[in-house]
Protein backbone atom coordinates (compact mmCIF):
# COMPACT_ATOMS: atom_id res chain seq x y z
CA UNK A 1 0.00 0.00 0.00
CA UNK A 2 1.46 3.42 -0.91
CA UNK A 3 0.19 6.87 0.60
CA UNK A 4 -0.60 9.22 -1.83
CA UNK A 5 -1.41 12.89 -1.04
CA UNK A 6 -3.63 14.96 -2.74
CA UNK A 7 -3.99 18.75 -3.15
CA UNK A 8 -7.52 20.51 -4.05
CA UNK A 9 -9.10 17.03 -2.50
CA UNK A 10 -12.82 18.75 -3.14
CA UNK A 11 -12.50 19.43 -7.09
CA UNK A 12 -14.51 16.36 -9.62
CA UNK A 13 -11.45 15.29 -10.89
CA UNK A 14 -9.84 14.78 -7.18
CA UNK A 15 -13.06 13.49 -5.77
CA UNK A 16 -13.03 10.89 -8.46
CA UNK A 17 -9.37 10.10 -8.34
CA UNK A 18 -9.89 9.46 -4.48
CA UNK A 19 -12.27 7.05 -4.93
CA UNK A 20 -10.20 5.48 -7.91
CA UNK A 21 -7.19 4.89 -5.31
CA UNK A 22 -8.89 4.26 -1.95
CA UNK A 23 -10.92 1.25 -3.82
CA UNK A 24 -7.35 -0.22 -5.04
CA UNK A 25 -6.18 -0.05 -1.21
CA UNK A 26 -4.13 2.49 -1.72
CA UNK A 27 -3.98 5.15 1.51
CA UNK A 28 -5.38 9.00 0.78
CA UNK A 29 -4.92 11.87 2.18
CA UNK A 30 -7.05 14.79 0.62
CA UNK A 31 -6.31 18.49 1.01
CA UNK A 32 -8.80 20.56 1.48
CA UNK A 33 -9.72 24.23 2.24
CA UNK A 34 -12.53 24.01 3.42
CA UNK A 35 -13.37 22.08 6.18
CA UNK A 36 -17.07 21.76 4.87
CA UNK A 37 -16.29 19.52 2.33
CA UNK A 38 -14.32 16.79 4.46
CA UNK A 39 -17.46 14.65 4.60
CA UNK A 40 -17.66 14.31 0.59
CA UNK A 41 -14.08 13.84 0.70
CA UNK A 42 -14.07 11.32 3.27
CA UNK A 43 -17.31 9.53 1.50
CA UNK A 44 -14.38 8.52 -1.08
CA UNK A 45 -12.76 6.67 1.20
CA UNK A 46 -9.79 9.57 1.45
CA UNK A 47 -8.91 11.16 4.52
CA UNK A 48 -9.66 15.12 4.30
CA UNK A 49 -7.04 17.03 6.06
CA UNK A 50 -7.78 20.86 6.58
CA UNK A 51 -5.13 22.57 4.37
CA UNK A 52 -4.76 26.28 2.94
CA UNK A 53 -2.61 25.76 0.01
CA UNK A 54 -3.02 29.58 -1.13
CA UNK A 55 -2.05 30.59 2.30
CA UNK A 56 0.41 27.73 3.49
CA UNK A 57 4.16 28.11 3.68
CA UNK A 58 6.55 25.46 1.67
CA UNK A 59 7.00 24.55 5.00
CA UNK A 60 3.84 24.22 6.65
CA UNK A 61 3.14 22.02 3.48
CA UNK A 62 5.78 20.21 3.65
CA UNK A 63 5.13 19.26 7.07
CA UNK A 64 1.60 17.90 5.90
CA UNK A 65 3.17 15.78 2.71
CA UNK A 66 5.62 14.06 4.91
CA UNK A 67 5.58 10.30 4.82
CA UNK A 68 3.66 10.13 1.84
CA UNK A 69 4.87 8.65 -0.88
CA UNK A 70 3.11 10.68 -4.19
CA UNK A 71 1.37 13.93 -4.25
CA UNK A 72 -0.94 14.95 -7.14
CA UNK A 73 -1.72 18.83 -7.67
CA UNK A 74 -5.50 19.35 -8.61
CA UNK A 75 -5.80 22.32 -6.51
CA UNK A 76 -6.83 25.91 -8.72
CA UNK A 77 -8.28 29.15 -7.72
CA UNK A 78 -11.35 27.75 -10.29
CA UNK A 79 -11.27 31.71 -12.14
CA UNK A 80 -11.93 35.05 -10.48
CA UNK A 81 -9.33 37.39 -9.79
CA UNK A 82 -6.02 36.89 -11.64
CA UNK A 83 -4.69 37.96 -8.21
CA UNK A 84 -5.44 34.64 -7.02
CA UNK A 85 -4.52 32.52 -10.04
CA UNK A 86 -1.47 33.46 -9.67
CA UNK A 87 -1.17 32.87 -5.55
CA UNK A 88 -2.61 29.40 -6.23
CA UNK A 89 -1.94 27.73 -9.58
CA UNK A 90 1.43 29.66 -9.62
CA UNK A 91 2.83 30.21 -6.67
CA UNK A 92 1.22 27.64 -4.30
CA UNK A 93 1.92 25.01 -6.75
CA UNK A 94 4.90 25.51 -6.97
CA UNK A 95 5.52 25.81 -2.82
CA UNK A 96 4.19 22.62 -3.06
CA UNK A 97 6.88 21.19 -5.48
CA UNK A 98 9.80 22.64 -3.17
CA UNK A 99 7.51 21.21 0.10
CA UNK A 100 7.50 17.87 -1.82
CA UNK A 101 11.27 17.85 -2.22
CA UNK A 102 11.96 19.06 1.59
CA UNK A 103 9.52 16.08 3.05
CA UNK A 104 10.93 13.37 0.74
CA UNK A 105 7.82 12.33 -1.22
CA UNK A 106 9.99 12.43 -4.87
CA UNK A 107 6.90 11.68 -7.11
CA UNK A 108 4.50 14.39 -8.15
CA UNK A 109 2.00 13.90 -10.61
CA UNK A 110 0.76 17.90 -11.90
CA UNK A 111 -2.72 18.17 -14.00
CA UNK A 112 -2.41 20.37 -16.06
CA UNK A 113 -4.04 20.97 -19.46
CA UNK A 114 -3.72 20.48 -23.22
CA UNK A 115 -1.78 23.28 -24.59
CA UNK A 116 -0.23 24.88 -21.68
CA UNK A 117 2.95 26.35 -22.14
CA UNK A 118 4.61 29.39 -22.87
CA UNK A 119 3.33 29.25 -26.01
CA UNK A 120 -0.33 28.87 -25.31
CA UNK A 121 -1.25 31.60 -27.33
CA UNK A 122 -4.30 33.06 -24.86
CA UNK A 123 -4.14 36.90 -25.36
CA UNK A 124 -3.73 39.03 -22.42
CA UNK A 125 -7.19 40.55 -23.05
CA UNK A 126 -8.58 36.88 -22.74
CA UNK A 127 -9.99 35.66 -19.30
CA UNK A 128 -7.86 32.69 -19.38
CA UNK A 129 -4.57 34.36 -19.88
CA UNK A 130 -4.03 34.33 -16.15
CA UNK A 131 -4.65 31.03 -15.55
CA UNK A 132 -2.47 29.98 -19.09
CA UNK A 133 0.66 32.08 -17.17
CA UNK A 134 0.46 30.61 -13.91
CA UNK A 135 0.30 26.71 -15.34
CA UNK A 136 3.29 27.50 -17.58
CA UNK A 137 5.44 28.93 -14.62
CA UNK A 138 4.58 26.09 -12.58
CA UNK A 139 4.96 23.07 -15.28
CA UNK A 140 7.91 24.71 -16.29
CA UNK A 141 9.16 24.48 -12.54
CA UNK A 142 7.68 21.04 -11.76
CA UNK A 143 9.80 19.89 -14.71
CA UNK A 144 13.07 21.35 -13.71
CA UNK A 145 12.51 20.54 -10.01
CA UNK A 146 14.18 17.01 -9.82
CA UNK A 147 11.21 15.78 -9.05
CA UNK A 148 9.95 12.78 -10.72
CA UNK A 149 6.99 14.36 -12.01
CA UNK A 150 4.17 13.73 -14.80
CA UNK A 151 2.62 16.44 -16.04
CA UNK A 152 -1.15 15.49 -17.87
CA UNK A 153 -2.78 17.80 -19.72
CA UNK A 154 -6.15 16.88 -20.65
CA UNK A 155 -8.05 18.06 -23.62
CA UNK A 156 -11.43 20.18 -22.53
CA UNK A 157 -13.19 18.69 -19.88
CA UNK A 158 -16.36 17.47 -19.67
CA UNK A 159 -18.95 15.59 -17.38
CA UNK A 160 -20.03 11.96 -17.87
CA UNK A 161 -18.63 8.32 -17.17
CA UNK A 162 -14.92 7.17 -17.85
CA UNK A 163 -13.87 4.36 -19.56
CA UNK A 164 -10.50 4.66 -20.04
CA UNK A 165 -10.09 4.42 -23.54
CA UNK A 166 -8.21 7.60 -24.90
CA UNK A 167 -5.83 8.89 -27.13
CA UNK A 168 -2.25 10.77 -26.45
CA UNK A 169 -0.80 13.68 -28.07
CA UNK A 170 -3.66 13.59 -30.80
CA UNK A 171 -2.23 15.35 -34.09
CA UNK A 172 -5.94 16.47 -34.77
CA UNK A 173 -7.84 17.98 -32.32
CA UNK A 174 -10.40 19.85 -35.27
CA UNK A 175 -12.81 18.20 -33.71
CA UNK A 176 -13.68 19.35 -30.18
CA UNK A 177 -13.53 16.09 -28.58
CA UNK A 178 -12.67 16.47 -24.75
CA UNK A 179 -11.76 14.47 -21.72
CA UNK A 180 -14.04 13.31 -19.18
CA UNK A 181 -13.00 14.22 -15.77
CA UNK A 182 -13.05 10.41 -15.02
CA UNK A 183 -10.98 9.42 -17.52
CA UNK A 184 -8.62 12.31 -16.15
CA UNK A 185 -8.75 10.63 -13.18
CA UNK A 186 -8.46 7.10 -14.41
CA UNK A 187 -5.11 8.36 -16.27
CA UNK A 188 -3.39 9.80 -12.82
CA UNK A 189 -4.45 7.09 -10.65
CA UNK A 190 -2.82 5.25 -13.80
CA UNK A 191 0.95 6.66 -13.88
CA UNK A 192 0.92 7.08 -10.24
CA UNK A 193 1.81 3.26 -10.96
CA UNK A 194 3.55 3.55 -14.04
CA UNK A 195 7.50 4.56 -13.85
CA UNK A 196 7.59 4.98 -17.61
CA UNK A 197 5.93 8.18 -17.22
CA UNK A 198 8.12 9.72 -14.99
CA UNK A 199 9.67 12.42 -16.67
CA UNK A 200 6.97 12.70 -19.14
CA UNK A 201 4.33 15.56 -20.10
CA UNK A 202 1.11 13.32 -21.46
CA UNK A 203 -1.55 15.23 -23.29
CA UNK A 204 -4.74 13.67 -24.22
CA UNK A 205 -8.29 13.11 -24.84
CA UNK A 206 -11.15 10.72 -24.83
CA UNK A 207 -9.96 8.30 -27.57
CA UNK A 208 -9.73 4.66 -28.61
CA UNK A 209 -6.74 3.25 -26.39
CA UNK A 210 -6.91 1.45 -23.20
CA UNK A 211 -5.11 3.20 -20.96
CA UNK A 212 -1.95 0.07 -20.58
CA UNK A 213 -1.47 0.75 -24.13
CA UNK A 214 -1.31 4.56 -24.43
CA UNK A 215 0.35 5.56 -21.29
CA UNK A 216 2.99 2.40 -21.86
CA UNK A 217 6.78 3.00 -22.68
CA UNK A 218 7.16 5.50 -26.06
CA UNK A 219 8.49 3.65 -29.15
Known amino acids: ?8 GHGKVALELSRILAADGQEVTSFIRNPDHAADVAATGATPTVLDVENA ?18 AGAGGGSPERTYAVDRDAAIRSMDAAADAGVGRYVMVSYFGAGPDHGVPADNGFFAYA ?5 ADAYLRGS ?13 NGPGNGMIDVDPADTSDGTGTTRANVALVAAAVLGLPATIGRTIEFRDGTLPLAAAL ?4
Open 133 to 137: EAKAA
Open 1 to 8: MTRIAIIG
Open 146 to 158: GLDWTVLGPGTLT
Open 57 to 74: TTAQIADALRNHDAVVWS
Open 216 to 219: GPRA
